[in-house]
Every structure is written in structure tokens, then in C-alpha cells.
């Protein structure tokens, strides 16, 4: 399922509820987050509504958000397509082009280090 960055905007806040939540209180969060409406809010809840990335449930005169897409496996996809279109689907080519672009901390190249002898000792 793709959605968009703003559409990701609200599915942020949909995603750290852990209770549905009603409009309001979205558009309370990204209205003082983002110089945006609360028509803009809404029709990106009733966007992310059409596509089931998220459900509505009717709470007396109003409706109840929560997501249906879960946070971890947008991530897997927004990755895996990333990947596919700029490295061909391979993660060395990847890893390469960010430490061409910056220098890596020795942290992070420790980390590195540390994923990649887990991947190993899986194996």
C-alpha cells in the first residue's frame, strides 16, 4: 500500500495511540506540528480511509481513527521499494553510497559491524 508523506504525517500519530482517537485530536497534533488546516487533516483521514490503511469506527456523533497498516510492515515496504529503485534490490550499494556521501562515526560503523556479524552467526 503506498501512501504519500503527508498521508504518513497522520498514520504517524494514528500509529503512537494506542487507542483509536478522533478527528479532532489529529488534527489538534498536525495542525500545530505542520502549518496546515484542519481540511487538510481530514482529507488525508478520509485519503487513508479509501486506500484501508485505516479504519473509522462510530463513537456516538463522531468517528474513531485507528490504523489498519501497521507502522512495521510500512517500513518494509517504504525500504524494500527504496532499495529496489535506487540500488537494484542490493544493500552493499546502499551502505557504499551513504558512507561515500558522509563520514560514518565510529559508532555507527560499529554498529554496522555488529549487524553484520549477526547476520553471519544466523547463517
Same mark, same amino acid.
Given at each position: 500500500m503506498?501512501?504519500?508523506e503527508a498521508e504518513s504525517q497522520v498514520m504517524e500519530v494514528l500509529w503512537r495511540e494506542p487507542e483509536?482517537?478522533?478527528a479532532e485530536?489529529?488534527?489538534k497534533v498536525l495542525v500545530g506540528?505542520?502549518?496546515?488546516?484542519?481540511?487538510?487533516?481530514?482529507?488525508? /483521514?478520509? *485519503? &487513508?480511509?479509501?486506500?484501508g490503511a485505516i479504519r473509522a469506527t462510530k463513537d456516538g456523533r463522531r468517528y474513531l481513527y485507528s490504523p489498519v497498516l501497521r507502522r512495521e510492515q510500512w517500513i518494509t515496504d517504504e525500504s524494500k521499494g527504496l /532499495?529496489? *529503485? &535506487?540500488?537494484?534490490?542490493?544493500?552493499?550499494p546502499l551502505v557504499a553510497h551513504f558512507g561515500s556521501q558522509r563520514k560514518l562515526s565510529k559508532a555507527e560503523i560499529d554498529e554496522l559491524?555488529?549487524?553484520i556479524e549477526g547476520m553471519r552467526d544466523g547463517q
Amino acid at each position: 500500500m503506498s501512501i504519500s508523506e503527508a498521508e504518513s504525517q497522520v498514520m504517524e500519530v494514528l500509529w503512537r495511540e494506542p487507542e483509536p482517537v478522533p478527528a479532532e485530536q489529529v488534527v489538534k497534533v498536525l495542525v500545530g506540528a505542520h502549518d496546515w488546516q484542519e481540511a487538510t487533516v481530514k482529507t488525508l /483521514l478520509n *485519503r &487513508l480511509l479509501k486506500k484501508g490503511a485505516i479504519r473509522a469506527t462510530k463513537d456516538g456523533r463522531r468517528y474513531l481513527y485507528s490504523p489498519v497498516l501497521r507502522r512495521e510492515q510500512w517500513i518494509t515496504d517504504e525500504s524494500k521499494g527504496l /532499495l529496489d *529503485r &535506487l540500488f537494484g534490490g542490493r544493500i552493499a550499494p546502499l551502505v557504499a553510497h551513504f558512507g561515500s556521501q558522509r563520514k560514518l562515526s565510529k559508532a555507527e560503523i560499529d554498529e554496522l559491524a555488529r549487524l553484520i556479524e549477526g547476520m553471519r552467526d544466523g547463517q
